[in-house]
């Protein structure tokens, strides 16, 4: 997979060895910088009683102290090839990390994604954040993912027919198609589709008409994507991945979930955009469904064109 040439791998507190090990391949694979990234929590000025060490010094202490924890970690690869830069910024980590892609253009976050206490939520509040904000894809990695992945899940929207969209559904197959093959993974396409209002539409035509219409959406949506496919079967020549589709009605956020469970997944790769079609279903109350509860690594990407909420201030 040859398309990054940027990378930013964020170490907190969570554990970092799959993490890094995956952005080092990666870096190695696309010929990309990597850069290492952590963000300090702020020292209030209100912290201390006494101004026998200021707030400020032990801001200034805790940044070197964590830099210098980076580059040690970035020193055990560096027989890799791979000189990693350290980056260490003080504030909101997901604010903090999205300047920090916009600053430098980096154009893949990598993340260890952190298990809630108490839930088996894989996604942390930070993770999630980025998946909202951040302009660029996000990679969040289990931390006890195994160096190779061996299934992966791609969501396509086949009825996607704006111009945004259709690229975005390329985008995401491409990126997946190169992540099986490099990873020797089977690739299951997932795309849901269901009738709104059904249950409505149920109580006021009766069953038959009801049941003729999923019909016919049904059959809508399998032509779509059975047009889709056709277009993106790769040349004779071309090595594929063992690939499986599945077209299934309900919630999207339920139905892929439920494809990686059943598959055991390794990575989910979706996007992530504003509108009704399945690309959009993860940006609010689906996404957060969908993002709490699987048990595996997302790779979530956006349009090309979004524009993060979040606002870069450079000072003199």
Request: proline share 5%.
């Amino acid at each position: 997979m040859e398309r990054f040439s940027s990378i930013l791998v964020v170490i907190g507190g969570e554990p970092y060895d799959a993490t890094m090990t995956r952005a080092v391949t990666l870096a190695m694979k696309n010929g990309a910088r990597l850069t290492i990234m952590d963000v300090v929590a702020p020292i209030s000025t209100s912290f201390f009683a006494t101004e026998a060490y200021l707030p400020q010094n032990l801001e200034s202490d805790a940044v070197a102290e964590r830099r210098n924890e980076l580059m040690q970690i970035a020193s055990q690869y560096v027989a890799t090839g791979i000189e990693a830069a350290v980056v260490v910024r003080v504030g909101n980590p997901a604010i903090e990390i999205v300047s920090e892609v916009i600053d430098s253009g980096h154009d893949l976050v990598i993340k260890t994604a952190n298990t809630q206490t108490g839930l088996k939520h894989l996604l942390g509040s930070v993770t999630r954040a980025l998946m909202r904000t951040c302009p660029c894809p996000v990679w969040a990695i289990k931390p006890s993912t195994g160096a190779n992945y061996h299934t992966i899940v791609a969501a396509i929207d086949p009825l996607a027919d704006d111009p945004e969209h259709i690229d975005l559904n390329d985008t995401l197959f491409e990126l997946a198609i190169s992540l099986a093959r490099d990873e020797n993974a089977a690739l299951h396409l997932v795309s849901v589709w269901n009738v709104p209002m059904e249950r409505t539409l149920r109580s006021r035509l009766g069953t038959q008409e009801c049941d003729r219409l999923i019909r016919e959406a049904e059959s809508q949506v399998r032509q779509s994507l059975d047009k889709w496919l056709a277009k993106h079967t790769p040349a004779p020549n071309e090595e594929l991945p063992p690939i499986r589709v599945h077209l299934l009605q309900g919630t999207a956020s339920d139905k892929i979930a439920e494809v990686a469970t059943e598959s055991a997944a390794d990575l989910i790769v979706m996007g992530t955009v504003c509108r009704s079609g399945l690309a959009g279903l993860f940006v609010g109350n689906t996404a957060e469904h969908l993002l709490g509860w699987v048990t595996c690594g997302v790779l979530a990407v956006k349009p090309k064109d979004f524009v993060s909420p979040v606002r870069v201030h450079h000072t003199a």
